[in-house]
């Protein structure tokens, strides 16, 4: 399964901003120390026959802290900066301001060994051992383990005629329910040199008190607050879609196996541990999103109850020959509720963010899925939509955030706040 994350150049992209001083000796240390432990980060990906294999770096290649000064750009920079195959498979770099102050620490990781759990958890571990080191004490070198297996050898057994009549059914489905995607709204030919194209994140960010509003209407109304973004980001897709009729759309939710394989991986394992679950539904404009929510959540609760994340897991290999097979109108990513990493006294954190990046985009495709990344670190929730300007222009995203936004804040109005809205 690794070998599809070779090819779409994927990554994990983590950053935190950071008020006070950083000592960047002592964090160069403390990545040493975590990379150290985890020998998938000291690798790079190499041909093996019809395939790829993880290889050790050699000394002088292996990531280490880079720090550089910059402006309000440095983040766009680096998240326009691509790991290549063949080089390391993460990248990890400090941007000051001129009076070193202000920060910015930008971790890049590659797809293949990374999800979001593990990537969230390096950056934690990484400050844990830069406040060990800081405060006095040796942070303890771990004694470099052997590589994991890839995650699919720690599946369930199964039976290969099974598998294989899923993949059929699966197919089959996808073709009797074609989805729809939403169009661009930017021409290939719309670039300058002064401006290229390039990726660019909009955000959309909630304060704790409307985050706490919205769990607990999704706690009230017997939802999730993954099948309530869901059924927002559906309704705004189609939105931007022509004609008055209900159309097929589809979201494609990321599914963590770490908790589901026995025994379970810890998101300390460097590993891509995911897999997804596609569900097509009929959505309108004047759909109502409580009753969309809760066809996406009954979707995906019949979905893990019948064990099909394995089963999906066992079939992924097999999307190089059936493209859509996890086609969706949006992709909904959920790490769920997260802490964010911890800083020694006198240096404080101001913001945590994951987006996901790829290096290849299709402008020429006319269309794509919407991909919305939801975090909620430190009780605040937010949501990257990460695009490429050639596709979607920076007006579309904003206006689609802004949209967004606008929903989310109405679900997570109290009931007093909405029997006034009604009054008035």
């Known amino acids: 399964m690794e ?4 090819a779409q150049r994927s990554r994990a992209v983590l950053s935190c901003a950071l008020d006070g001083p950083v000592d960047s000796a002592v964090l160069s240390a403390a990545f040493e120390a975590v990379t150290a432990e985890q020998p998938q980060l000291l ?35 680096e998240l326009n900066t691509p790991l290549t195959v063949g080089g390391p498979l993460a990248r990890v770099v400090l941007v000051s301001d001129p009076d070193e102050e202000r920060h910015t620490l930008v971790l890049s990781i590659d797809h293949v060994i990374t999800d979001g759990h593990s990537g969230i958890t390096l950056l934690n571990t990484l400050w844990d051992r830069y406040r060990e080191l800081m405060g006095g ?35 089959e489905n996808v073709g009797r329910r074609p989805v729809e995607l939403v169009p ?23 304060d704790t008190e409307p985050t706490a509003g919205l769990r607990e209407r999704a706690r009230v109304e017997g939802l999730s607050v993954h099948a309530l973004i869901s059924a927002v980001l559906l309704l705004a897709a189609r939105r931007r879609m022509d004609g008055t009729d209900p159309r ?5 939710s990321p599914v963590d196996l770490r908790s589901r394989l026995s025994p379970r991986v810890p998101a300390t394992v460097m590993v891509a541990a995911v897999t997804m679950h596609l569900q ?26 019948r064990g099909d994340h394995f089963r999906e897991m066992r079939i992924m290999p097999s999307a190089p020959r059936h493209p859509t097979l996890h086609l969706g109108t949006v992709i909904v990513t959920n790490m769920g509720a997260v802490s964010g990493p911890r800083l020694p006294e006198g240096t404080r954190i101001t913001d945590v963010r994951l987006v996901p990046a790829r290096e290849h985009y299709f402008p020429q495709a006319g269309r794509s899925p919407i991909m919305a990344c939801v975090t909620t670190f430190d ?15 920076r007006l579309f995203m904003r206006e689609l955030g802004d949209e967004v936004h606008a929903s989310l804040l109405a679900l997570a109005k109290s009931d007093e706040e909405r029997r006034s809205d009604a009054t008035a």
């Open 3 to 6: 070998n599809l994350y070779v």
């Open 43 to 77: 690798t790079h990906i190499v041909p093996d026959g019809d395939g790829h294999a993880l290889e050790s770096l050699p000394e002088a290649e292996r990531p280490r802290l880079r720090t550089r000064t910059g402006d309000g750009q440095a983040y766009q920079e």
């Open 137 to 171: 004490t040796r942070a303890p070198r771990t004694p470099v383990a052997e590589f994991p297996g890839p995650i699919s050898t720690l599946l369930p057994r199964s039976d290969a005629a099974e598998t294989a009549k899923y993949l059929e059914q699966r197919v």
């Open 184 to 206: 661009y709204d930017v021409k290939a030919t719309e670039e300058t040199p002064e401006e290229p194209h390039r990726i660019e994140v909009q955000r959309l960010l909630l």
């Open 248 to 252: 097929v759309l589809s979201c494609v």
């Open 280 to 305: 097509a539904l009929p959505v309108g404009e004047d759909t109502d999103v409580l009753e969309l929510a809760r066809e996406v959540g009954d979707g995906m609760r019949d979905f893990l109850d």
């Open 379 to 393: 009780r605040r929730l937010a949501i990257e939509f990460p695009h490429h300007t050639a596709c979607f222009s």
